[in-house]
């Protein structure tokens, strides 16, 4: 595709529930990250792909999150017994490699709202 | 550790010019990035500076100095669709790998 997708755009939960967040990098991009931004602050970093292995996970803030890419492209991040801090906006983003000069293209973002 | 200081918000006339900036603490530094992210959008590129001086680019220039730990995004002949958040982020080595960290961003107001 031209562009980082995400979907679902919205996603709404209650508290206790388990929801999946997919992305679809740009193709080609080896990198893959997802980061959560909550309202008036920058992206916080979550996790990162290299391939289809997590090159970097210390972002995660618990064992609830999780997140996969088994074939290389599309990753999917995993939220267990949501908990309303977890409402955010959850973006991924790619770039063609992991060098220092790497472009981010960022996706649209999943908002995520847990009541 | 990374640390990121930028102001929180910033207003500017249209046609203006307005310089953006940020601070930064990291261990290791190996490059920083400016984004600008529109309201309820993704941030989109606007600069990257590993070395020290300025980088032009149209409207918009970025300087770095990595002694320093500061950079400044500079935007010039303001326009109203500038108004946007602005993120600063650096790529440390974290963790030793090279993730960016961002900053809480400035949001940029340009009133007519």
């Known amino acids: 595709g031209a562009g980082v997708s995400q979907t679902p755009s919205n996603k709404v939960t209650e508290k206790g529930k388990y929801v999946e967040l997919r992305c679809d990098p740009i193709?080609?991009?080896?990198?893959l990250y997802w980061y959560r931004q909550s309202l008036g602050q920058g992206p916080e970093f979550l996790i990162y792909?290299?391939?289809?292995?997590?090159?970097?996970d210390s972002g995660l803030p618990n064992d609830r999150f999780f997140a996969v890419r088994p074939e290389g492209s599309v990753s999917t991040l995993k939220i267990q017994r949501t908990e309303r801090g977890d409402s955010a906006v959850y973006l991924c983003?790619?770039?063609?490699?992991?060098?220092?000069?790497?472009?981010?293209?960022f996706g649209p973002g999943t908002r995520l709202t847990v009541l | 550790g990374q640390n990121i200081d930028q102001p929180t918000e910033m207003t500017a006339t249209e046609g203006a010019i307005v310089q953006i900036n940020c601070t930064y603490q990291t261990s290791g530094f190996n490059g920083l990035f400016w984004y600008q992210q529109h309201a309820g959008e993704a941030p989109t590129f606007l600069s990257y500076?590993?070395?020290?001086g300025l980088e032009e680019k149209g409207r918009f220039s970025s300087f770095l100095s990595r002694s320093k730990g500061y950079s400044y995004l500079l935007l010039k002949e303001l326009q109203m669709k500038d108004s946007a958040s602005y993120l600063c982020a650096v790529r440390g080595s974290r963790g030793g790998s090279y993730i960016p960290t961002f900053g809480r961003g400035t949001s940029l107001i340009v009133h007519p």
């Open positions: 500076n590993v070395l020290d």
């Open positions: 193709s080609g991009h080896t990198a």
């Open positions: 983003a790619s770039s063609l490699t992991l060098g220092a000069r790497a472009e981010q293209f």
């Open positions: 792909f290299q391939g289809t292995g997590a090159a970097d």
